[in-house]
C-alpha cells in the first residue's frame, strides 16, 4: 500500500527555516526516486526538489537551490525537505511523491513523472 504523510509546515516569518518530513512505507520508499514539489496559490504544481535512492544524487530547482535541502532517512523510510532563509513566495502547499522506477532524466522534475502523492502540508511565509 502506497503512504506517504507530510509533516512540518507552518506559519513562519521571512528568513525562518523550517524541516518538512515525509513519512513513507518500506515499499513506497524503494522508488527509484523521491521528490518534492509545491503549489502556491492560484499556480501550478512546481518542482522543488528531487533525490534518487541508488546514488543520493538531488536536483533543485533554481529557486530553492542554494536554500533548501533534500535529504533521506533510509531507516527510517522518512524524506526531508530542510528550507532555509524562506521568502513569502516559497509559500504553498507542498506535496511529496515517488517515482518508482526509472523514466528518464525529462521526467524527474515534472509532476507526470511521480506517480505516488502524499496530502500535502501548508507552508505559509510571512513578510
Known amino acids: 500500500q502506497v503512504q506517504l504523510v507530510e509533516s512540518g509546515g507552518g506559519l513562519v516569518q521571512a528568513g525562518d527555516s523550517l524541516r518538512l518530513s515525509c513519512a513513507a512505507s518500506?515499499?513506497?520508499?524503494?522508488?527509484?526516486?523521491m521528490g518534492w514539489f509545491r503549489q502556491g496559490p492560484g499556480k501550478e504544481r512546481e518542482f522543488v526538489a528531487t533525490i534518487k535512492r541508488i546514488d543520493g544524487s538531488s536536483y533543485y530547482a533554481d529557486s530553492v537551490k542554494g536554500r533548501f535541502t533534500v535529504s533521506r532517512d533510509n531507516t527510517k523510510n522518512t524524506l526531508y525537505l530542510q528550507m532555509n532563509s524562506l521568502k513569502p513566495e516559497d509559500t504553498a502547499v507542498y506535496y511529496c511523491?515517488?517515482?518508482?522506477?526509472?523514466?528518464?532524466?525529462?521526467?524527474?522534475?515534472?509532476?507526470?513523472?511521480?506517480?505516488?502523492w502524499g496530502q500535502g502540508t501548508q507552508v505559509t511565509v510571512s513578510s
Open positions: 511523491a515517488s517515482q518508482q522506477v526509472e523514466l528518464g532524466s525529462q521526467y524527474l522534475r515534472v509532476p507526470i513523472g511521480y506517480a505516488d
Open positions: 518500506e515499499r513506497t520508499f524503494r522508488a527509484y526516486a
